[in-house]
């Protein structure tokens, strides 16, 4: 029998998969390839796959030619292949009209729901709309009731786009078969809820966060996706500069202090901490988190996840952790006056604490904890840096293109010099967008003598940038041109995540 070493796309005739089952595909540990003359050619793990191949061959009138692969080979190419298969437009086409009556009716009480088979047609729509979500690498997931329909839009790179838009009268449906794969009460449709799905889509582990809240066209939800397979990021995989890293390394080296991440919402803030938390996790240090939700397990790190409802809010669990002797401390967010005070102290007696904040660029952090509350010279003493972040979209390698800027672009990069850009154009391999990816764009404030000085005596945070600049200190806009110049993204890019602060520069 003839061994392979891999199974290409291009080689599978998908007309012959039509009516193969994935378990069935799954559980012998084979898959069908294609025909050739008076054989039907097929990868095949183990003596089920043989047989089952066998079987298969026998209903198309052909005979059997298994080729011997590797299990891993052929489970890839199974859930590659299969997920291409199952595109939510090709579903929304099965599903008929007679259906969609059904589907209006199925789920009017929760006996019918549990008792539905995998093959009901609202089942099958949203499978395959998690499985075109996890295939588009989406981080959302938004169903949006209206009048006269249903948006669903993925959030790809930090944008949503319509994926699909099914009719009105499925909307129930849809949201029932959600709250019940989320252990939710579906007879609740005047309240806020809140559930989790851990699903296996595609052959990944992905921990679905569900947020469903009453309208006045009927309840909206929206999946936010995480990967649990996903390899947490390292420093040199984020995007930052050589003498970005090297400042932020000396500082995750000291012994006690804050260290604080800040920017908008989606702007990568827990991933940067994470990348941290990897640098410093050694069997000689004692590292624990309390985090909104875990988002991803480290080997080796205490993770605490709160719950509002139980009373184990940030603070608490900041309060708690202080007891089991740490030596490292990461808060997912700095949310009120207590958090912000026991991680100050944290840091005064001891402990490296690591944390985000939500605020526009780093001085502004400074001057937010202040309002908060915390005395000006406590924040001088616990600060070690500040960093703040956004996230940009990434040029497609395969397509961009070239081009001359203009002078009012040359007038937005400062300079006056001859410049050759690139811009974004769209191909197969970005599915038209231009773009694949993200990268970060950041700024880091160390907290210098001079610096210190300036928040121990009440400057706002204009006065301590100025500062800052005189030490070194390059603004997130200096950050985001040289990604222009490098070819990496591009000026609309860099405006559309950065322009508020920009006009302030």
Do not use: W
Not at 276 to 285: A, C, P, V, W
């Amino acid at each position: 029998m003839e061994n392979i070493a891999t199974i290409k796309d291009e080689d599978i005739d998908f007309s012959i998969l039509n009516n193969v089952p994935l378990s069935y595909v799954k559980n012998n540990l084979f898959l069908p390839i294609r025909k050739e003359k008076d054989h039907l050619i097929g990868a095949v793990a183990g003596k089920s796959g043989i047989y089952a191949l066998r079987d298969l061959a026998r209903s198309f009138d052909l005979k059997p030619l298994p080729l011997q692969a590797d299990k891993e080979i052929i489970l890839d190419a199974i859930n590659r292949i299969y997920s291409q298969a199952s595109k939510v437009d090709e579903v929304m086409g099965d599903i008929k009209g007679e259906d969609l009556s059904m589907i209006a009716t199925e789920f009017e009480s929760p006996r019918d729901l549990l008792e539905l088979t995998e093959e009901a047609p609202i089942i099958r729509l949203l499978n395959a709309v998690l499985m075109e979500a996890v295939k588009e690498k989406a981080s959302d997931i938004h169903i949006e009731p209206y009048e006269n329909g249903i948006d669903v839009r993925f959030r790809v790179d930090g944008i949503l786009n319509k994926v699909l838009s099914p009719p009105k009268i499925i909307h129930d449906a849809l949201i029932s078969r959600i709250k019940i794969i989320a252990d939710l009460d579906i007879a609740e449709k005047r309240l806020p809820q809140d559930g989790r799905i851990k699903l296996l889509v595609g052959g990944k582990n992905v921990d679905i966060r569900v947020s469903i809240i009453p309208t006045a066209l009927g309840e909206r939800a929206v999946l936010r996706l995480l990967d649990r397979q996903s390899n947490v990021i390292t420093l040199e995989m984020l995007g930052m500069s050589e003498s970005t890293i090297l400042e932020l390394r000396t500082s995750l080296s000291r012994q006690n202090g804050i260290i604080l991440v800040t920017g908008p919402t989606g702007s990568g803030k827990t991933t940067t901490l994470y990348a941290s938390l990897l640098k410093l996790n050694t069997e000689d240090r004692n590292i624990i988190t309390v985090e909104d939700p875990v988002e991803y397990q480290l080997r080796g790190i205490g993770q605490m996840q709160v719950n509002p409802k139980i009373g184990l809010t940030f603070a608490a669990g900041l309060r708690s952790i202080l007891r089991q002797d740490p030596d490292i401390m990461m808060v997912g967010e700095i949310r009120d006056m207590e958090t912000a005070e026991i991680a100050v102290h944290a840091s005064l007696t001891g402990h490296l604490v690591l944390s985000t904040l939500h605020t526009n660029d780093a001085p502004s952090a400074i001057t937010r904890l202040i309002d908060m509350g915390i005395e000006p010279f406590l924040v001088a003493s616990s600060f070690v840096c500040v960093m703040a972040q956004r996230l940009v979209r990434k040029l497609c390698p395969d397509c961009k293109e070239s081009y001359i800027p203009s002078k009012q672009e040359l007038d937005f990069l400062n300079t006056r010099e001859s410049l050759t850009l690139y811009r974004s154009k769209g191909c197969d391999k970005c599915i038209g967008k231009g773009y694949i990816g993200r990268t970060g764009i950041y700024e880091l404030l160390q907290i210098t003598p001079g610096v210190r000085a300036m928040i121990t005596a009440g400057t706002d945070a204009q006065a301590i940038k100025a500062e800052a600049i005189k030490s070194g200190f390059k603004p997130l806009h200096a950050n985001a041109i040289e990604k222009v110049l490098q070819g990496i993204t591009t000026i609309e890019e860099v405006l559309r995540v950065t322009q508020q602060d920009l006009e302030t520069q």
